[in-house]
């Protein structure tokens, strides 16, 4: 069974660090880039970063560009994202995905994991 | 990086058809043929409903169909049946490796 499941939410402080992790089973990990996608409290979704299939290229939105760090594991089939001087725009669920091959589209997603940056 | 523009809400009784509209600019929706569609229960994975403006993924249904016209991409779905009430989203490719989402549209049936 193709899976994503996140881990590494919670509360923290503003200007404070977090890692989450996600944890992919089912697939070939190695050969999908993956995102990572958050969606805040009564918003829409909001597309956050992708790292490519072997963790060489990475791009961010820019919200968290020199804040965030996405990266990856293939030995571990896991994926991170570190994220650095949170605020309170950060709180969010934030969901793992996988990138589809064969066309444009985000094709798995993990159930998500809740940040909530609060002092 | 700014969300593609989608109507808060909509809504349609069973059996009938409903078009969600999904307005970008020519950086992103005008741009590529990659608008996706999700379906989104609150609390659970958003679904991919369709990918590269009109094709389904496996398991799918084809009551979903997918267009774009310039800057702007649809999202129709006919017959409408209670189980597609649910938030839905598009997304486009933005250029340079980013991509963004729409508002989010509620579909009430």
């Known amino acids: 069974q193709v899976q994503l499941v996140e881990s590494g939410g919670g509360v923290v402080q503003p200007g404070r660090s977090l890692r989450l992790s996600c944890a992919a089973s089912?697939?070939?990990?190695?050969?999908?880039?993956m995102h990572w996608v958050r969606q805040a409290p009564g918003k829409g979704l909001e597309w956050v970063t992708i790292?490519?299939?072997?963790?060489?290229?990475?791009y961010y939105a820019d919200s968290v560009k020199g804040r965030f760090t996405i990266s990856r594991d293939n030995s571990k089939n896991t994926l991170y994202l570190e994220m650095y001087t949170l605020t309170t725009d950060d709180t969010a669920v934030y969901h793992c995905?996988?990138?589809?091959?064969?066309?444009?589209?985000?094709?798995?997603w993990g159930q998500g994991t809740m940040v909530t940056v609060s002092s | 990086q700014s969300a593609l523009t989608q109507p808060a809400s909509v809504s349609g009784s069973p059996g009938q058809s409903i078009t969600i509209s999904c307005t970008g600019t020519?950086?992103?929706?005008?741009?590529?043929?990659?608008v996706s569609w999700y379906q989104h229960y609150p609390g659970k994975a958003p679904k991919l409903m369709l990918y590269?403006?009109?094709k389904w993924p496996s398991g799918v249904s084809n009551r979903f169909s997918g267009s774009k016209f310039g800057n702007t991409a649809s999202l129709t779905i006919s017959g409408l049946q209670a189980e597609d009430e649910a938030d839905y989203y598009c997304?486009?490719?933005?250029?340079?490796?980013?991509?963004?989402f729409g508002g989010g549209t509620k579909l009430t049936v």
């Open positions: 995905v996988r990138d589809m091959s064969g066309g444009d589209g985000f094709d798995i």
């Open positions: 089912g697939f070939t990990f190695s050969k999908y880039a």
């Open positions: 790292v490519s299939y072997d963790g060489t290229n990475k």
């Open positions: 020519s950086s992103d929706v005008g741009g590529y043929n990659s």
């Open positions: 590269d403006v009109s």
């Open positions: 997304c486009s490719y933005a250029g340079s490796s980013t991509w963004v």
